[in-house]
Nanobody, 124 residues
Framework: QVQLVESGGGLVQAGGSLRLSCAAS????????MAWYRQAPGKQRELVAA???????NYADSVKGRFAISRDKDKDMAHLRMNSLKPEDTAVYYC??????????????????WGQGTQVTVFS
């Protein structure tokens, strides 16, 4: 079983910064892409940023230049540094990972895992 645990959410004033972290644990052979999604009330979940195994990042247009995703492969962790936060960034942020798990002593097929989410609230 693989678990993703997010941390670092909270309440911040507009213009402020937060750093989210995601730690993957369990029966992991390797992790391909790690990503952050967010879901605001009444809206669909959307991709915020993703980083591949080769550490190539991609960002939603709405966060380019303000957010930075990074990855610590040794620790199976991903981070999202969020600067110049806006009230419209308010959402539950979810970590997502594409993982090759270890199953019964073998490398299993690629599976997608989600964390439980962490709330980010930006007030003006």
């Amino acid at each position: 079983q693989v678990q993703l645990v997010e941390s670092g959410g909270g309440l911040v004033q507009a213009g402020g910064s937060l750093r989210l972290s995601c730690a993957a644990s369990g029966s992991i052979f390797s992790i391909s892409t790690m990503a952050w999604y967010r879901q605001a009330p009444g809206k669909q979940r959307e991709l915020v940023a993703a980083i591949t195994g080769g550490s190539n990042p991609n960002y939603a247009d709405s966060v380019k230049g303000r957010f930075a995703i990074s990855r610590d492969k040794d620790k199976d962790m991903a981070h999202l540094r969020m600067n110049s936060l806006k009230p419209e960034d308010t959402a539950v942020y979810y970590c997502n990972a594409d993982v090759f798990p270890v199953e019964a002593g073998h490398v299993g097929t690629l599976k997608h895992y989600w964390g439980q989410g962490t709330q980010v609230t930006v007030f003006s």
